[in-house]
């Protein structure tokens, strides 16, 4: 503890990040701390209660879905260190998605098909991407996904964490002023009342809390229309959502996009600004799906239950160059080899005329390893996202970028079944294979003359759509 003002000033100036800055002084107050328990002349007293500074620093001590632990941890610290312990915990340093286990609730009113306690573990992937957000060198983050995986729920944790935790101000700019209002009143603020500590800070009468502006203790949280980001002269924001990019019109005559001046908004917070934007992808020429192939390019990797061969789940099988091996170690730079998927296999449920039985195909759709070629039943989901891990195709990216793909297949609330018989249903019609490319398969339309792509399709009597390499 010598020089313990000095030794600290001399390790801020040598970083360049506010986070890296508030992290070392966390740590460095959770060594005094740590000093202080084997103290000997320290009484226990409320007075010697000390928080850590770091923004992710637990300050309630007990999460509330584990009610039995403060008498166990109350317990474990008179028997390990006497009386002053329980008055000088060291709080752990929590990661964000324990942050949003712990407070996050669902709301009854929107009809979720999940009402209750936000459990992160049932799609923990969105863990690795929370983390992935909260790291100090991100400030961009694109989430290209397919419709019902929850992206606009990651968004809206996001946004519960910031005011809970780091309070600054947020701008959330929805496709137009219609869908932000309608999205304010009936989803974002519900949420906002459910979560203890950002309800807590709310300031609730008729200046500070409308539809579109709403003041909390210390910050506040705006939502705009696409075309009206150009009035937000002045106003400035530390964290930017773009909801659905690719639903935005851009019809302002001489004015940048949308995207563009609500990035301008943030110049302010250059060192710890983040720009989250998520939508399902229309078309590769979309905002969103340019957006992705300009990041990191994450995709989902889980494991066959039959042979461990960890994979990235496809509707069809594809082939694509990638740069790292099959455990996912990175290939020396430049190199590349071509990895093959699996595929969903429902091409052996056909009655005897030839046609598809769809009751079975709802029932027995299953996926077909790239690796053994066993079929795996989606009872075995769990189980796989469970040891889910996350790989990036694009190695050039900028390191303050990371961008993701999540499609239907990955969800446990969606059945393989049903995205084999909405693809079945969905051949024959344009518009049909557009929607199920987009919103189910979450990857951008292509139109039938691309060669390669049109082969694999003809295979399932489909001439009219193309599915791109993700
Ligand atoms: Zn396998």
Request: net charge positive; aromatic share 8%; hydrophobic share 35%.
């Given at each position: 503890?010598?020089?313990?003002?000095?030794r600290l000033?001399?390790?801020?100036l040598?970083?360049s990040?506010f986070?890296?800055?508030e992290?070392?002084i966390a740590?460095?107050?959770?060594?005094?701390?740590?000093?202080?328990q084997?103290?000997?002349f320290l009484?226990?007293?409320?007075?010697?209660q000390v928080n850590?500074?770091?923004?992710?620093?637990?300050t309630?001590?007990?999460?509330k879905?584990?009610?039995?632990?403060?008498?166990?941890?109350?317990?474990s610290?008179?028997?390990?260190g006497?009386?002053?312990?329980?008055a000088?915990?060291v709080?752990?340093?929590?990661?964000?998605?324990?942050?949003i286990?712990?407070?996050?609730?669902?709301?009854q009113v929107?009809g979720?098909?999940?009402?209750?306690p936000?459990?992160t573990?049932?799609?923990?992937f969105?863990r690795?991407i929370?983390?992935a957000?909260?790291?100090?060198?991100?400030?961009?983050?694109?989430l290209?996904?397919?419709a019902?995986?929850?992206?606009t729920l990651?968004?809206?944790?996001?946004?519960?964490?910031?005011?809970?935790?780091?309070p600054g101000?947020?701008?959330?700019?929805?496709p137009t002023?219609?869908t932000a209002?309608?999205?304010?009143r009936?989803?974002?603020?519900?949420?906002?009342?459910?979560?203890r500590p950002?309800?807590?800070?709310?300031?609730?009468?008729?200046?500070?809390w409308t539809t579109?502006?709403m003041?909390?203790?210390g910050?506040?949280?705006r939502?705009?229309?696409?075309?009206?980001?150009?009035?937000?002269?002045?106003?400035?924001?530390?964290m930017?959502?773009l909801?659905?990019t690719d639903k935005t019109?851009?019809?302002l005559?001489?004015?940048?996009?949308?995207q563009?001046l609500?990035?301008?908004?943030?110049?302010?917070?250059?060192?710890?600004?983040?720009?989250?934007?998520n939508?399902?992808?229309?078309t590769?020429?979309?905002?969103?799906?340019?957006?992705f192939?300009?990041g990191?390019?994450e995709?989902?990797?889980l494991?066959?239950?039959?042979?461990?061969?960890?994979?990235?789940?496809?509707?069809?099988?594809?082939?694509?160059?990638v740069p790292?091996?099959?455990?996912?170690?990175?290939?020396?730079a430049?190199?590349?080899r071509v990895?093959?998927?699996?595929?969903?296999?429902?091409?052996?449920l056909?009655?005897e005329?030839?046609?598809?039985?769809?009751?079975?195909?709802e029932?027995?759709?299953?996926?077909?390893?790239a690796c053994?070629?066993k079929t795996?039943?989606?009872?075995?989901?769990?189980?796989?996202?469970?040891?889910?891990?996350?790989?990036?195709?694009?190695?050039?990216a900028?390191?303050?970028?990371?961008?993701f793909?999540i499609?239907?297949?990955?969800?446990?609330?969606?059945?393989?079944?049903?995205?084999?018989?909405?693809?079945?249903?969905a051949?024959?019609?344009?518009?049909?294979?557009?929607?199920f490319t987009?919103?189910?398969?979450?990857?951008?339309f292509?139109?039938?003359?691309?060669?390669?792509?049109?082969?694999?399709?003809?295979?399932?009597?489909?001439?009219?759509?193309?599915?791109?390499a993700?």
């Open positions: 503890m010598n020089n313990l003002p000095g000033a001399q390790k801020i040598n970083v990040d986070h890296e800055a992290e070392l740590q460095e107050v959770n060594v005094v701390l740590k000093t202080l084997n103290a000997d009484e226990a007293s409320p007075a010697t850590a500074v770091n923004p992710v620093t637990e309630a001590a007990t999460p879905k584990h009610a039995q632990a403060p008498a166990q941890n109350e317990g610290g008179r028997q390990s006497g009386p002053q312990m329980t000088l915990q709080r752990p340093v929590q990661r964000m998605w324990e942050w286990d712990e407070h996050v609730v669902i709301p929107i979720s098909l999940n009402p209750g936000l459990d573990s049932l799609m923990p969105w690795g929370y983390d957000f909260w790291s100090k060198k991100t400030h961009f983050l694109t290209a996904c397919s019902r995986v929850g992206k990651f968004c809206i944790c996001c946004v519960l964490h910031k005011k809970g935790v780091w101000p947020v701008l959330w700019v929805d002023g219609k209002k309608a999205f304010s009936t989803e974002l603020q519900a949420h906002i009342m459910e979560c950002v309800a807590d800070k709310a300031i609730i009468d008729k200046t500070h579109l502006l003041h909390f203790t910050s506040v949280l939502l705009v229309g696409g075309g009206s980001v150009a009035d937000l002269a002045g106003y400035q924001a530390e930017v959502i909801n659905e019109k851009h019809n005559k001489g004015e940048a996009a949308t563009d609500a990035l301008a908004r943030t110049k302010q917070f250059r060192f710890t600004r983040k720009i989250l934007e939508s399902t992808p229309t590769e020429w979309g905002r969103i799906w340019s957006r192939k300009a990191s390019q995709h989902v990797y494991p066959c239950p039959h042979c461990g061969h960890k994979q990235r789940l496809t509707f069809f099988a594809d082939e694509k160059e790292f091996d099959e455990e996912g170690k990175p290939l020396p430049g190199t590349k990895e093959k998927t699996g595929r969903f296999k429902f091409d052996h056909k009655r005329d030839g046609s598809y039985d769809l009751e079975r195909v029932r027995e759709t299953v996926y077909e390893c053994c070629q795996i039943d989606q009872s075995h989901q769990a189980w796989m996202l469970r040891r889910y891990e996350l790989r990036a195709h694009n190695p050039a900028p390191v303050d970028h990371r961008s793909h499609w239907a297949a990955l969800s446990p609330f969606e059945g393989w079944g049903m995205i084999a018989k909405e693809f079945l249903l051949r024959g019609s344009i518009s049909r294979m557009h929607n987009n919103s189910t398969l979450g990857l951008p292509v139109r039938k003359d691309h060669g390669h792509q049109n082969r694999r399709h003809r295979r399932h009597d489909c001439p009219l759509a193309g599915v791109p993700a």
